[in-house]
């Protein structure tokens, strides 16, 4: 055998290897699609499933769901309480503040399942049109909405900021740690800083939520 007949058959024989390996690799997309077909059937979503029991409004109410709910998506989607919007849901308009066990929080931020046996105040928890809570007669009084989309939040976030001074809870901008804080314009505009209003009614809303204080300023 000469060293060209050594090469041709080198030559030969890693041709065939390659057409071999290519064959393979085109055929895999196949096989791997197959097995996919005939893999069994994922598990069913009600594995995910957790019944939790909240008291809103007054109304206990005891719910199965998914646990990626939001707070906010069972309020609106499971019992239609529409008056809590959906703003940003980044909690940072706080369009969707609630009072729950007595603080204000961005119901877009925490999990429905998280609330067993919490107790839940929505807008619609304060009042209605015709026996409205002070506070919402007082955002009317000082027109302290205007677009209105806001104003849920708004109004939630107030009650619950008298009650934070009112138990001498103080702010960024309290002066005196020591003393309980009062009823200033600077405390209201920090304390209710998380609540964003695009139409900038907030000297309104500022007047609305002293007048409720009993306070000036």
């Known amino acids: 055998m000469s060293p060209h007949d050594e090469y041709d058959l080198s030559r030969r024989h890693f041709l065939v290897v390659g057409a071999s390996a290519a064959a393979a690799s085109q055929l895999m997309p196949y096989a791997t699609a197959e097995a996919a077909t005939n893999a069994p059937a994922a598990a069913p979503m009600a594995n995910a499933l957790m019944n939790v029991s909240f008291k809103v409004n007054g109304q206990t109410h005891q719910l199965a769901l998914d646990t990626r709910t939001t707070l906010l998506d069972a309020l ?76 849920p939040g708004q109004i939630c976030s107030a009650v619950a900021v008298l009650d934070e001074i009112k138990q001498g809870i103080p702010s960024h901008v309290t002066a005196n740690l020591m003393v309980k804080p009062a009823v200033t314009a600077a405390e209201l505009r920090e304390r209710m800083s998380g609540n964003i209003c695009r139409c900038a009614a907030y000297s309104n809303i500022v007047d609305a939520i002293s007048d409720v204080a009993g306070a000036t300023t």
Do not use: W
């Not at 989607?77 to 961005?106: F, P, S, W, Y």
């Not at 809570?133 to 009317?140: D, K, L, R, T, W």
């Open 76 to 151: 609106r989607e499971q019992l239609k309480l529409t008056g809590t919007k959906k703003g940003c849901d980044h909690g940072q308009c706080g369009a969707c503040t609630v009072i729950v066990n007595g603080a204000r929080i961005n119901s877009c931020l925490t999990l429905a399942v998280m609330h067993e046996r919490d107790t839940i105040t929505t807008i619609e928890g304060l009042g209605t049109p015709d026996a409205m809570h002070p506070m919402q007669s007082a955002f009317v009084k000082h027109d302290g909405y205007q677009c209105g989309y806001c104003t």
